[in-house]
């Protein structure tokens, strides 16, 4: 069982900025990929951004050159910052990891969610 435990989420004034943290229970180097998907009242959960364990990224157009997903192997963590926030951002942010077992496929993990709230 993997477990991921976010952090770093709260209350910001639009154009200011968050850094988000997933701390995971495993070594990262074991997870495929990461990343984080986020849920605004009403929506469906939607993908923010993800990178491979060989720190290849992917972003939603919708944050692109505003939000750096990063890895810090040492730490077993992976951070979310966030710039230049705009209220549309509001949302619960998850953490997600897919990982690989030889012995019995894919298997999706998620943490408990942060939240953020960015106000007008």
């Known amino acids: 069982q993997v477990q991921l435990v976010e952090s770093g989420g709260g209350l910001v004034q639009a154009g200011g900025s968050l850094r988000l943290s997933c701390a995971t229970s495993i070594n990262i180097f074991t997870i495929n990929t990461m990343g984080w998907y986020r849920q605004a009242p009403g929506k469906q959960r939607e993908l923010v951004a993800t990178?491979?364990?060989?720190?290849?990224?992917n972003y939603a157009d919708s944050v692109k050159g505003r939000f750096t997903i990063s890895r810090d192997n040492a730490k077993n963590t992976m951070h979310l910052q966030m710039n230049s926030l705009k209220p549309e951002d509001t949302a619960v942010y998850y953490c997600h990891a897919l990982v690989f077992r030889a012995d019995s496929g894919w298997f999706n993990y998620w943490g408990q969610g942060t939240q953020v709230t960015v106000s007008s």
């Open positions: 990178i491979t364990g060989t720190d290849s990224t």
